[in-house]
């Protein structure tokens, strides 16, 4: 049973997590409170929370702007367990869905449309600070106190441990796809990386009726691109022949490589007015000849979430097309251990922490 409503007079929460405390990223037990829960907050007994590459990243202060002690975790699936007086859209025993982001100003014309995630004072579900000076912890924990219009409804016919990544890479890639008009059947996508990010592109792409082709490094993944996943075609990116016997044929690429890599041959593989949509952040500045993008009238862009009611909609055509993540299901004390192989992408596909059961 949890013990979520105990907590200090001023109604804070008592929570427990695992924690990194320093750039070394190790995560060790951590015992914090949470923000009493307010009139608009619901409080989660948290069940599932993946593990996102980003956790990583921060876990370990890459991008400079950790704050320690850290609890990561972005894709966090919970009960709700509390409810404030102004909640509308939860009630106790709902299960809910929170992903990379808990705060906005509410005022700007990104959060007007329900696009907080491009908030210029957007705040990450952990490491960052929230507007009463207070920094957010994430999922690696047994419970979380969230604004109710920055949580989702996950219906409970859903398999709750490899629907939790949807949260983060669920969103991730399916957000540029509808932002560009990338859901009719049909049109060519290319997905580069079968990752965790990846796998999960080309289930809701093949679910939108796209003729699908993976590009991959690895020839090794070949077979489960198409066995598993239902992806129509592979392509091995270091084999010139591939790359050539396909230049023109794609109306979109989505690369989720986080590594360093050219993206050149990508932008030969797209036709007239292509657009290669950018997931992945790798550190060292991209190399790009703009007469290509100039002949082709073609497109380079970004994309980094999704926005509020994007997500549900994400969800809910989750759950109509049985799309979920594969996920590697895992106890907490795993963490150190997962977060090791991660880095070696060592993991099919996403691992899950079973937080409910093992914290
Ligand atoms: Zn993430
Ligand atoms: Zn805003």
Same mark, same amino acid.
């Given at each position: 049973?949890?013990?979520?409503? $105990? =907590?200090?007079?001023?109604?804070?929460?008592?929570?427990?997590?695992?924690?990194?405390?320093?750039?070394? =990223?190790?995560?060790?037990?951590?015992?914090?409170?949470?923000?009493?829960?307010?009139?608009?907050?619901?409080?989660?007994?948290?069940?599932?929370?993946?593990?996102?590459?980003?956790?990583?990243?921060?876990?370990?202060?890459?991008?400079?702007?950790?704050?320690?002690?850290?609890?990561?975790?972005?894709?966090?699936?919970?009960?709700?367990?509390?409810?404030?007086?102004?909640?509308?859209?939860?009630?106790?025993?709902?299960? $809910?869905?929170?992903?990379?982001?808990?705060?906005?100003?509410?005022?700007?014309?990104?959060?007007?449309?329900?696009?907080?995630?491009?908030?210029?004072?957007?705040?990450?579900?952990?490491?960052?600070?929230?507007?009463?000076?207070?920094?957010?912890?994430?999922?690696?924990?047994?419970?979380?106190?969230?604004?109710?219009?920055?949580?989702?409804?996950?219906? #409970?016919?859903?398999?709750?441990?490899?629907?939790?990544?949807?949260?983060?890479?669920?969103?991730?890639?399916?957000?540029?796809? #509808?932002?560009?008009?990338?859901?009719?059947?049909?049109?060519?996508? =290319?997905?580069?990386?079968?990752?965790? @990010?990846?796998?999960?592109?080309?289930?809701?792409?093949?679910?939108?009726?796209?003729?699908?082709?993976?590009?991959?490094?690895?020839?090794?993944?070949?077979?489960?691109?198409?066995?598993?996943?239902?992806?129509?075609?592979?392509?091995?990116?270091?084999?010139?022949?591939?790359?050539?016997?396909?230049?023109?044929?794609?109306?979109?690429?989505?690369?989720?490589?986080?590594?360093?890599?050219?993206?050149?041959?990508?932008?030969?593989? @797209?036709?007239?007015? =292509?657009?290669?949509?950018?997931?992945?952040?790798? $550190?060292?500045?991209?190399?790009?000849?703009?007469?290509?993008?100039?002949?082709?009238?073609?497109?380079?862009?970004?994309?980094?979430?999704?926005?509020?009611?994007?997500?549900?909609?994400?969800?809910?055509?989750?759950?109509?097309?049985?799309?979920?993540?594969?996920?590697?299901?895992?106890?907490?004390?795993?963490?150190?251990?997962?977060?090791?192989?991660?880095?070696?992408?060592?993991?099919?596909?996403?691992?899950?922490?079973?937080?409910?059961?093992?914290?």
């Amino acid at each position: 049973m949890s013990n979520v409503l $105990a =907590g200090s007079e001023k109604g804070e929460v008592s929570a427990y997590g695992w924690a990194a405390r320093d750039d070394s =990223g190790i995560l060790s037990p951590f015992h914090f409170t949470r923000r009493a829960n307010g009139d608009n907050d619901i409080t989660l007994e948290i069940l599932y929370c993946g593990i996102c590459h980003t956790d990583l990243h921060f876990a370990r202060n890459d991008f400079g702007m950790s704050i320690y002690p850290m609890v990561p975790g972005h894709e966090i699936v919970g009960k709700v367990t509390k409810v404030g007086g102004k909640v509308t859209k939860f009630s106790v025993g709902d299960i $809910a869905g929170v992903g990379g982001s808990v705060g906005s100003c509410g005022s700007c014309s990104e959060c007007s449309e329900g696009f907080y995630v491009y908030c210029p004072k957007m705040i990450l579900t952990y490491s960052a600070r929230c507007h009463d000076g207070t920094v957010t912890q994430g999922g690696y924990s047994d419970n979380l106190v969230v604004d109710q219009n920055f949580a989702v409804l996950i219906p #409970k016919s859903m398999p709750l441990a490899s629907t939790a990544p949807l949260l983060c890479a669920g969103i991730t890639v399916y957000s540029p796809l #509808k932002y560009h008009g990338l859901t009719e059947p049909g049109l060519h996508l =290319g997905v580069v990386g079968l990752g965790g @990010l990846g796998h999960v592109a080309v289930k809701f792409a093949k679910a939108f009726g796209m003729r699908v082709t993976v590009i991959s490094t690895s020839p090794s993944k070949k077979k489960e691109a198409l066995e598993r996943f239902g992806a129509d075609a592979f392509l091995v990116s270091r084999d010139q022949q591939q790359l050539q016997d396909a230049v023109g044929t794609m109306d979109a690429i989505i690369d989720t490589v986080s590594a360093n890599h050219s993206i050149q041959p990508l932008i030969g593989l @797209l036709k007239t007015r =292509g657009k290669l949509i950018l997931l992945g952040g790798p $550190a060292k500045p991209l190399e790009v000849l703009a007469m290509p993008l100039l002949l082709g009238r073609k497109m380079i862009a970004g994309s980094a979430g999704g926005g509020r009611e994007e997500i549900q909609e994400m969800i809910n055509f989750a759950a109509k097309h049985n799309i979920t993540a594969d996920v590697e299901v895992i106890s907490m004390e795993y963490v150190n251990t997962a977060m090791e192989r991660l880095e070696k992408n060592d993991v099919k596909y996403r691992f899950v922490i079973d937080v409910a059961n093992t914290i």
